[in-house]
């Protein structure tokens, strides 16, 4: 395995564990909501990115830093610590430093949520998600992986896996990580920018965190940080002002047709697996406009693509 591979290991080791689940049970990711952005993402081929402050989870940001901090004063984060400073002296005040400087940004996160989506969810969506974010008219757009796993040259946007540690499993998270840095210090120690890697993990933990009780959404998010995460010189992120509720709100957009991919190219028909109508009183019409609309924008089989879920629930 080359140093780079050892190296990817040992900092996204909980990353590359949720893709290789996604991959071995064949899951795909879907996006749960009204029927009028549903059909605005197909057509305009463009996903908002809401600040995390608006998302239901009051406690986002604010629970990954919590955690973090009382372990990074726990003994186990002396242990860490120690570790840290053996393979680079001076890492854990750098880190400190820049941590510190840089966690009231944290907040300037905007984020679209997605959740796992089982293949036995294929015939009816998750009546949970429907009730929480699509409960009347609303619309399950299930995604293919990879336009959301593969590495894209001219946005800062990523794609990451949310997780739900109570104390003790987030501490055992970290205590892991520590034992893969003590195992591998000989190959980390020619890392030049290894504080870099460090800092990079520290903030990606936190921004990946959620409270235990929302562990059954198995949610990742398409996220970005301009405070955090440099944009490349061509960035396709943009930024409007839009109105919600009769409120003034600031989001990021990103249209998918701009995106260049490292390996692959972006394809509608490739993106969409499955767009899944949920309670409705108006279920078919809504099936017929979603057919015609994926249709239009270069979406085969559409007519198989799109179903009514037909959950038994009152609307």
């Not at 780079?4 to 590359?16: M, N």
């Not at 017929?288 to 559409?302: Q, R």
Request: charged share 25%.
């Amino acid at each position: 395995m080359s140093d780079q591979k050892i190296v990817e290991q040992i900092f996204g080791k909980e990353y590359f564990d949720r893709i290789a689940e996604l991959e071995q049970e064949n899951r795909k990711l879907a996006h749960y909501t009204s029927a009028k952005v549903a059909l605005s993402i197909i057509e305009n081929k463009t996903i908002w990115l809401n600040n995390v402050q608006y998302m239901n989870d009051y406690s986002e940001i604010e629970i990954g830093n919590q955690l973090l901090l009382d372990f990074y004063n726990n003994a186990t984060g002396t242990e860490l610590k120690g570790v840290l400073e053996e393979i680079s002296t001076g890492c854990t005040k750098n880190l400190e430093f820049n941590y510190n400087n840089i966690s009231p940004k944290l907040m300037n996160t905007y984020a679209l949520c997605l959740t796992e989506h089982l293949p036995d969810e294929d015939k009816y969506g998750r009546l949970s998600m429907w009730r929480a974010y699509a409960s009347l008219n609303g619309v399950a757009l299930v995604f293919n992986r990879p336009m959301f796993l593969e590495e894209a040259i001219n946005t800062s946007v990523m794609t990451i896996p949310m997780f739900y540690f109570d104390q003790k499993e987030f501490r055992d998270t970290v205590s892991n990580f520590t034992k893969r840095l003590r195992d591998n210090q000989s190959v980390l120690k020619t890392i030049p920018d290894f504080p870099n890697y460090v800092f990079a993990k520290f903030l990606i933990t936190v921004l990946s965190m959620k409270h235990k009780g929302f562990q059954e959404e198995r949610e990742w998010r398409i996220l970005c940080n301009s405070s955090i995460y440099m944009s490349p010189p061509n960035e396709i992120l943009k930024e409007k002002r839009v109105e919600v509720n009769g409120a003034p709100r600031i989001i990021k957009t990103l249209n998918f047709s701009d995106v260049q991919y490292k390996n692959i190219k972006f394809n509608m028909n490739d993106l969409i697996y499955k767009v899944i109508i949920g309670p409705s009183n108006n279920a078919e019409q809504l099936r017929e406009i979603f057919v015609n609309a994926l249709s239009d924008n270069g979406v085969k089989d559409a007519d198989n693509k799109v179903v009514c879920s037909n959950i038994p629930i009152r609307v």
